[in-house]
Structures are given as structure tokens and as C-alpha cells.
DNA sequence: CGAAACATCCGCCACT
DNA sequence: GTAGTGGCGGATGTTT
């Protein structure tokens, strides 16, 4: 069974800490879905105190920590203090012996201090973006994504980003058949990450541009049964193409024509999940002009077919009703 | 399935 | 000099 450890500090941040504890301490074998081994490892002797009033006794340490197939490194207590040396150490014998780390929020700071995120992309909590490129210049800090995937080590932005990052995890892991019995379980948006993508452009643009490129792209969610293309949207918000396609890619991290395309698979998802319509009515609805066209572009963002998506959603969800061959 | 028509996107560059 | 704009060409991907 892979066995995920997550390190627990003193004044831990008490929902970055329940986020992996939910999604790979949970037994949803009865949905289907394979278990993992959750290991709590104390960084410091106990007992260790949330910083909103409560304390817990956590079970292992950081011997335990080194061992683990994945590691979680939850948001760091202070990014103005430097995480303690054992933990550091830890986290490079963990990462030469080929163990996955993956940082929430804040634990960016740590894997950083201990030189892990040298010469990578990363991401972190947008209020400390600026702090972590400043204090580590070796590293690529993108502030405008839920979260970055390098491979053997992984970072992910503010709070709720550590959840699409964890089943992210579980997608790796399972695949996306599995990541959606997840998800649903949460009660959390089945994660929108296609097959090859390294990061997910945030949900919301970062507006450097006074709103014409999110209101076009509110303007486009209203319409989205609609065949529109870049150009309208561009026309729409009163920008030439050019300008409009790079205001885009500054503010909402990707560009327009993929990013209509994601919203048009979500719509997809969505319909496919509530209602028992035709393939073939589905793919107007979204915007698709054909229903071989919304099979292309929903197998590369979701992973599976349409079919096989609304049958693991709409009955008990086997883990196996739709795998990816 | 493949070919032709169409859309997207990015480097380049002249221009403000 | 620096920063942003927007048209163009063509490689690449999408739709018919």
C-alpha cells in the first residue's frame, strides 16, 4: 500500500494539516477506491499546538517521515523562521532515496530552505509569492497557478489549492477514475488537471488588466452552448486579438482557446454527472459543434471517455468501471 | 480514415 | 532607454 507521511510542527496551521488527512486518511473502500497508509510525523517532541487553540499527540517522527513513498509538507508556521535542521535533513535523505514531496501554502518556504526547489518551478499562498522568489532566487515562483508539478517534488498555492494538489496526487497515483470517487466524496469540483499538463491555471485571473479579460471570460461561461471562438471573446471585450490573447495568458495563466476548451469539458462534466442526456445533445449544449469533438478534447482533459465518466459518477463508482487503458 | 478548410498561438517587429 | 501594443506569417492543432 503506498504509505503518504505528513510532518506535523508545533503552532501547526490546522486546515493545511486536515486537507492531506482527509484525502489519503479516509477509508473509501467501500466506494471502491484503494486505501492509503496515513503516517502523522511529529518534527518536534509533543505535544504540538494548532495555532488555533487546540493540541494533538502525533504518533511517529521523523525516522518514519524518511520512509514514506510521499511526502506532505502542510504550510509552514512562520516563513520569517527557518524550518528546524533534522526536518531539513530528513527531507534530503527522504528526496535521494526517490520519495515524493509535495509542499501545501506555506510549506513552500520549507522545501526551499532545504534547497529542494533549486532550479524548479514552484508555486506558494499568492500573499507570499514576492517573499519566496526574493529570500530564494534559484527558484521559478509562478503565483499564477493551484499548483506546480516537477515531477518528484510538488508545490501548491493558498489553502484550498492543497486540495486539488492532493488529488492530483491520488489521480497520479489511481488515475482519474479514482481521483473522482475522491472528489466526490469531498464534495469538491472533480479536478479539472488534463493528462499532460505540468500546472493549472488558477480558477480566477489575477485581473492586471481593470476585468476586461475576466468579464469576457464571465461573458463566455454565460454563452458557453454557443460556438464561440478567441475572436469573439477578443471582440467582446473591445481588445484586438493579439492584445486580448496576451492580457489572457498574463491574467489567467493559460491561453484563451484552451481555456474556452476546459470550460466547455466542465460544462460536459457537469451535464453528464445531473442529467441523462445523449452524448450527441451534450456536445451542443457545451459549445461542441459535434459529439466526436467533445470525445477528443474530454478524453485528454478528464482522462476518460464520457460514457465511461457518467457511468463511474452515476452508480456506485468502481474503481474499475473506467480506467484509463 | 485522410484531405482540405479553418482556428489558434507565438515569435518577430515596427510603432507608440 | 523601457514598456506596452498590435499586425503578420506560419507552424501546429482542430473541425468538417
Same mark, same amino acid.
Request: proline share 7%; charged share 25%; aromatic share 4%.
Given at each position: 500500500m503506498h504509505t503518504v507521511a505528513v510532518a506535523v510542527y508545533d503552532r501547526f496551521l490546522a486546515f493545511e494539516l486536515a486537507v492531506p488527512c482527509e484525502v489519503f486518511g479516509v477509508d473509501r473502500s467501500t466506494m471502491g477506491a484503494p486505501n492509503y497508509r496515513?503516517?502523522?510525523?511529529?518534527?518536534?517532541?509533543?505535544?504540538?499546538? &494548532?495555532?488555533?487553540? /487546540? *493540541? @494533538?499527540?502525533?504518533? /511517529?517522527?521523523l525516522s518514519t517521515l524518511v520512509e514514506a513513498d510521499t511526502i506532505i509538507i502542510p504550510a509552514w508556521r512562520d516563513i520569517d523562521e527557518r524550518p528546524p535542521e533534522p526536518l531539513l535533513e530528513a527531507l534530503h535523505d527522504a528526496y535521494r532515496g526517490g520519495a515524493r514531496i509535495a509542499s501545501l501554502c506555506s510549506g513552500a518556504f520549507v522545501l526551499a530552505a532545504a534547497g529542494l526547489l533549486d532550479g524548479r518551478r514552484a508555486t506558494t499562498h499568492w500573499m507570499f509569492a514576492e517573499a519566496l522568489a526574493a529570500r530564494f532566487p534559484r527558484v521559478q515562483v509562478d503565483p499564477n497557478v493551484l /499548483?506546480?508539478?516537477?515531477?518528484? @517534488?510538488?508545490? *501548491?498555492?493558498?489553502?484550498?489549492?492543497?486540495?486539488d494538489l492532493c488529488l492530483h496526487l491520488v489521480r497520479l497515483d489511481y488515475g482519474q477514475a479514482v481521483a473522482n470517487i475522491f472528489a466526490r466524496r469531498m464534495v469538491v469540483a472533480p479536478h479539472r488537471d488534463g493528462g499532460q499538463a505540468q500546472y493549472v491555471p488558477a480558477a480566477v485571473a489575477l485581473d492586471a488588466d481593470g476585468g476586461a479579460v475576466s468579464r469576457a471570460m464571465e461573458w463566455a461561461i454565460e454563452r458557453i452552448d454557443e460556438p464561440l471562438t478567441v475572436q469573439n471573446l477578443a471582440d467582446h471585450a473591445g481588445l484586438p486579438l493579439r492584445t486580448f490573447a496576451r492580457q489572457f495568458r498574463a491574467s489567467g495563466g493559460t491561453t484563451p482557446g484552451q481555456w474556452l476548451l !476546459?470550460?466547455?469539458?466542465?460544462?460536459?462534466? !457537469?451535464?453528464?454527472?445531473?442529467?441523462? &442526456?445523449?452524448?450527441? !445533445?451534450i456536445s451542443q449544449q457545451c459549445g461542441f459543434g459535434t459529439a466526436a469533438s467533445l470525445r477528443v478534447h474530454f478524453r485528454r482533459v478528464v482522462g476518460v471517455p464520457p460514457s465511461a465518466y457518467r457511468q463511474a459518477f452515476r452508480h456506485g463508482a468502481h474503481a474499475g468501471d473506467a480506467t484509463v487503458p
Open positions: 496515513l503516517l502523522l510525523c511529529r518534527v518536534e517532541p509533543g505535544p504540538l499546538h &494548532a495555532k488555533v487553540g /487546540y *493540541s @494533538i499527540e502525533v504518533p /511517529y517522527d /499548483y506546480v508539478d516537477e515531477g518528484q @517534488i510538488l508545490t *501548491s498555492a493558498g489553502t484550498a489549492a492543497g486540495i !476546459r470550460q466547455r469539458v466542465h460544462a460536459a462534466q !457537469r451535464a453528464l454527472e445531473t442529467t441523462d &442526456a445523449p452524448v450527441e !445533445r
